[in-house]
C-alpha cells in the first residue's frame, strides 16, 4: 500500500494505538486524542516525508499530511487494526492528567462533530450555489424537474441536518450513532411540521420575544412546535442527553434485553424531553446568538471584515476556526445567509497569491516544486500545505498573505457582502450569489476584493521578499556537485543502523551518520543558515549554502528534558560558518539522567540527491570531514 509506510511512522511517532484515545480527519490533518502528549515524538513526525507539520491545538495532537489525509487514515487505521466507527481506547487511565482548557474542549467539540460531514456539506452547498448561479444567468428555469431534482440533491443535507448531526454528535458524545439520527429525524418529521398551522389552541408567553402559539399537547403538557429543518444546536444538545439517558440504561437493564430495550426507553424519553424543552431553549438560544453577530457586524461590517480576514489564517494554523464554524451554520439556517464566510472566502486566495510570488522569487528547487500542489489546493480553498509547507515557515510571506486577506474582508464586509451556502475556494464564487436577487452589487464587490487580494498577496510577497534558504551561486561553484558535511561534534562514530531508534535506524527522515559525543560541544557543520533552533534545544535544522539540509539531534528522547542541560548560541535566521558555536550541553547531567547521548547528524533531504556518504573514520574531531552529499 503507498501509504503503508507513513502511517507505520505516523502511529509510532505518535505513541503507539495504546497511546490513542481517538482518532479523526479533516481536509489536511490527523487529529489525534492522546492518552499523554509527551509520549509522542513530535520533532521527528514533523521530518517525517510526507508530513507537513505538527500542531498541538483544541486539546488535540494534529498531524498535518495536506491533500492525501483520507489515505493516509485509512492506512493508519489499518495498520493499526483500529475501527474508524469507535474510540481506539476507552482507558484513560494512562492520560497525563492534564486539565483541558474549556476552549480546548469547545474545539473538540465541534471538530468531532462537524469533521465528519464538512466534505457533504461542502458538496451540497456546491450544488446549491451553482444552481443559483444558473437561475441568475438564466440558463436553467427554477420551474423545471432538472432543478427540482438537482435543488433536492443541492438542499437534503441542509434540510435534514439534524439527522447527520444526531449520528457525528452522538459518536462524539459516546452513544450510538444511530439513536442520535432518530432522534434527529424525529425533529424534522413531516407530519409534526404540518400541525403548525391553523389556529392555535391558546398563546404561551403572549406579547413578549418568546411567543408561541400552541397547537398540540403532550400528556397535557404544551409542545411549541418550531422548524428544526436545517437547525444545529437543538441536536447537538438532544444527542448529548440521549447518550447520558443511554448510558443509564445500559448500566440498569439486563444484557439478554438490552439490545432493544435501551433504545426504547431512550428514545421514548428524549423524544418527548426535546421538544418540550430543549428544542425550544435551543432554538431561542440560536436566534440570541444570530442576532448578537449580526449586531457586533452591523455596527461597523469594515473593521469586522479586516478583523476576519486578517486573522482567519491565524485561526487555521490553530484549528480555532472550528470556533467559528457553527455561527456561520447559525446564520445559514436563521437569517439564510453569513457574512463572516464572505469575509474569509479571499484568505485562500491571498495565501496563493503568496505562493506564486514565493515560487516566482525563489532559487530553490524545493520550494518551487513544494509551491504546485500547494497553489492548487489553495484554489480549492485547502490552505494548509500553502501554510505549513511555504509561507509560515518563512515567515514574511504568511504576513502578507494576512495583510492582503484583511484588505479583502474590509471591502467585502464594506459592501455586505454574504454566502448562501458552505463553500470555500473557487467553489464559493456561486454560492455569493443571492438567490432572490441574483448577480448584484454585493456579489462583484466580493469578487473584486478577491482579486485584490491575491494580486496584493503575490505582489506584497514578490517586492518586499523574503529570506530565500537558498544560495544558488555557491551551489554552481561546489566541484562535481559534490557538497562536504564537517562533523559538529567530537566524539565515536556509529552507523545509524545501530542506533536505539527505529525512525532514525530506518533512514525514514533521511541518510547521514550518528556520533557518540566525547564533550558536550556542537559546531556548525556549514556555511550556512540556522533554520530551527527546537524548543527544547536539543535538535537544530541547519542549511547550507547549496540547499543541504541538516538536522543535529543531540541524544534520543532527550525532548523530555525541556531544554534543561542545554545552552544556545545561535537563533532561527543566524548567519553560521563551519566551526561556530552553536549548543552546548552539560554531557555528563545527560547521562546521570539516564538518557542516551548518541546523535544523528541526518541530511533530511536526501531524496534531493544522488547518495549521502558517511565516513568510515571510527573517531572524528570537530569540523573534521564527516559526510560527503553527491549531487
Not at 485509512?74 to 474549556?102: F, H, I, R, T
Not at 438564466?138 to 441536518?161: H, I, K, V
Not at 522569487?361 to 513544494?370: E, F
Not at 479583502?408 to 463553500?423: N, R
Amino acid at each position: 500500500m503507498k501509504h503503508e509506510q507513513l502511517a507505520k511512522d505516523i502511529l509510532s511517532g505518535v505513541g503507539g494505538k495504546q497511546n490513542i484515545n481517538s482518532v479523526v480527519h479533516c481536509a489536511t490533518r490527523l487529529r489525534f486524542k492522546l492518552k499523554n502528549d509527551n509520549n509522542a515524538k513530535t520533532d521527528e513526525l514533523k521530518n517525517l516525508p510526507g508530513v507537513i507539520t505538527v500542531m498541538q491545538s483544541g486539546g488535540q495532537y494534529q498531524v498535518v499530511v495536506g491533500n492525501e489525509v483520507s489515505d493516509v487514515y485509512k492506512a493508519l487505521l489499518q495498520v493499526g487494526n483500529m475501527n474508524a466507527d469507535e474510540p481506539v481506547s476507552s482507558d484513560d487511565s494512562e492520560s497525563s492528567g492534564k486539565k483541558e482548557s474549556l476552549l480546548g474542549q469547545f474545539i473538540d467539540l465541534i471538530s468531532g462533530v462537524f469533521t465528519p460531514i464538512l466534505g457533504l456539506l461542502a458538496a451540497t452547498g456546491m450544488i446549491k450555489g451553482f444552481l443559483s448561479m444558473f437561475t441568475s444567468l438564466e440558463w436553467l428555469d427554477p420551474a423545471s424537474g432538472t432543478y427540482q431534482l438537482l435543488n433536492a440533491a443541492g438542499d437534503c443535507l441542509f434540510y435534514f441536518f439534524p439527522i447527520f448531526l444526531g449520528y457525528t454528535a452522538m459518536k462524539k458524545f459516546g452513544g450510538s450513532p444511530f439513536l442520535g439520527m432518530a432522534i434527529g429525524a424525529s425533529l424534522v418529521y413531516p407530519t409534526l411540521s404540518g400541525l403548525s398551522g391553523g389556529e392555535p389552541l391558546y398563546t404561551l408567553f403572549a406579547g413578549t420575544l418568546f411567543e408561541s402559539p400552541i397547537h398540540i399537547t403532550f400528556l397535557g403538557i404544551p409542545v411549541i412546535l418550531m422548524s428544526y429543518s436545517s437547525s444545529v444546536i437543538p441536536i447537538i444538545i438532544a444527542a448529548y442527553f440521549g447518550a447520558k439517558v443511554e448510558a443509564f440504561f445500559k448500566k440498569i437493564i439486563p444484557s439478554v434485553v438490552r439490545t432493544f430495550l435501551t433504545p426504547f426507553f431512550t428514545i421514548l424519553i428524549v423524544v418527548p424531553v426535546t421538544f418540550l424543552l430543549i428544542g425550544p431553549i435551543a432554538t431561542w438560544a440560536s436566534q440570541l446568538i444570530g442576532a448578537g453577530v449580526s449586531g457586533i457586524y452591523d455596527l461597523s461590517p469594515l473593521v469586522t471584515g479586516i478583523v476576519v480576514g486578517g486573522l482567519w489564517q491565524v485561526l487555521v494554523i490553530f484549528g480555532l476556526h472550528w470556533g467559528i464554524v457553527p455561527i456561520m451554520l447559525l446564520n445559514l439556517s436563521t437569517l439564510k445567509a453569513d457574512p463572516i464566510l464572505a469575509m474569509m472566502f479571499a484568505a485562500s486566495f491571498a495565501q496563493i497569491g503568496a505562493v506564486l510570488g514565493v515560487m516566482l522569487k525563489t532559487k530553490n528547487t524545493k520550494l518551487k516544486s513544494l509551491g504546485v500542489p500547494a497553489f492548487v489546493s489553495g484554489i480549492f480553498g485547502v490552505t494548509e500545505p500553502a501554510i505549513y509547507g511555504l509561507t509560515l515557515p518563512l515567515k514574511k510571506p504568511f504576513i502578507m498573505s494576512c495583510i492582503a486577506s484583511a484588505t479583502a474582508g474590509g471591502i467585502i464586509g464594506f459592501a455586505g457582502s454574504k454566502m448562501f451556502v458552505f463553500a470555500s475556494g473557487i467553489f464559493g464564487v456561486p454560492a455569493l450569489i443571492s438567490p432572490t436577487e441574483g448577480i448584484n452589487y454585493e456579489f462583484w464587490m466580493a469578487m473584486i476584493a478577491t482579486i485584490i487580494a491575491f494580486v496584493l498577496g503575490f505582489v506584497l510577497v514578490y517586492f518586499v521578499g523574503f529570506k530565500d534558504p537558498a544560495n544558488p551561486e555557491a551551489a554552481k561553484q561546489a566541484p562535481d556537485n559534490r557538497y562536504e558535511i564537517a562533523s559538529p561534534m567530537t566524539g565515536e562514530v556509529v552507523p545509524l543502523q545501530e542506533i536505539n531508534d527505529a525512525t532514525f535506524a530506518g533512514e525514514h527522515m533521511g541518510k547521514g551518520i550518528a556520533i557518540r559525543p566525547t564533550s558536550g560541544r556542537v559546531v556548525s557543520p556549514i556555511n550556512g543558515v540556522v533554520q530551527t533552533i527546537y524548543r527544547t534545544k536539543h535538535a537544530i535544522g541547519l542549511v547550507d549554502d547549496q540547499g543541504v539540509e541538516i538536522l543535529i539531534h543531540i541524544g534520543q528522547d532527550t525532548v523530555q528534558l525541556k531544554g534543561q542541560h542545554f545552552t544556545t548560541h545561535v537563533k532561527d535566521g543566524d548567519r553560521v560558518s563551519v566551526g561556530d558555536l552553536i549548543v552546548e550541553f552539560d554531557l555528563q547531567a545527560i547521562i546521570e539522567a539516564g538518557y542516551e547521548t548518541v546523535t544523528p547528524i541526518i541530511v533530511t533531504n536526501t531524496a534531493d540527491y544522488l547518495d549521502v556518504v558517511a565516513t568510515t573514520n571510527r573517531e572524528v574531531q570537530e569540523k573534521d570531514k564527516l559526510v560527503t552529499v553527491i549531487g
